[in-house]
């Protein structure tokens, strides 16, 4: 019998169901099916959770993963080709064949996951819980990136959801004062509450909230 492990797997509309079931195997030499140390549960899970999945699917698509030699390493969740001219030209995170291990393929709420050897990322001296949300903040940096968010900016958040919240820290790590626009007075309080340093409803001015007009929005 091949060996088995523990996994939540999506089966319908709102079933997520325990079940024990086949480890996954290597299929590719530069697969490697490693344990999970821990699994975050993000909005688009709760929407696949709520629509179900085309066929049975272990969710989790962010992950910190234990290594053959017991170390812990983060994983890119998205497998571009390493074929098309997108990939060569390195947009691989717009490759039209890439699909997310989570998402499209099996993923890590469950013991063990298979990953492609080249997204795998190194967590240097990250805990295990920082690190499971290290995909999360990575879009929120790369945003805050493109932006040039930079000491001094004046910046505009737009939802104090997860990436809103994520996106209103990393802008003040970049030096960045932040005001965020929530329509709930509920979330806009928790806003405040998680160091945003201006919270406003909808029809607030972020200029006067901040004192200058925002340079960039997120
Ligand atoms: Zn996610
Ligand atoms: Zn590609």
Redesign the pocket.
């Known amino acids: 019998m091949p060996p088995t492990m523990r996994a939540v797997r999506l089966e319908g509309p709102g079933q997520a169901v325990v079940r024990e079931l086949p480890v996954p195997e290597v299929v590719d030499a530069d697969w490697r099916v490693l344990q999970v140390e821990r699994a975050?549960i993000?909005?688009?899970?709760r929407k696949w959770f709520a629509r179900g999945a085309s066929e049975p699917r272990i969710l989790g698509?962010?992950m910190v993963l234990r290594d053959e030699d017991g170390r812990l390493v983060g994983v890119h969740?998205e497998v571009p080709c390493r074929a098309c001219k997108l990939c060569a030209d390195g947009w691989d995170n717009r490759c039209h064949a890439r699909y997310s291990v989570?998402l499209q393929a099996d993923g890590a709420l469950a013991e063990r996951v298979a990953v492609r050897e080249d997204r795998l990322v190194d967590l240097g001296e990250l805990a295990a819980d920082q690190g499971a949300l290290l995909?999360?903040v990575a879009?929120c940096w790369h945003a805050a990136d493109m932006l040039g968010a930079t000491e001094g900016d004046a910046a505009l958040v737009i939802g104090a959801g997860a990436m809103g919240i994520i996106s209103t820290w990393v802008l003040q790590a970049l030096g960045a004062r932040v005001v965020v626009m929530q329509r709930s007075p509920e979330r806009r309080h928790l806003a405040a509450e998680l160091g945003a340093d201006a919270a406003i409803g909808p029809d607030d001015d972020p200029a006067e909230a901040l004192g200058v007009q925002p340079r960039i929005a997120v």
Do not use: I, K, L, M
């Open positions: 975050s993000c909005a688009t899970d698509h962010e969740p989570g995909e999360p879009c």
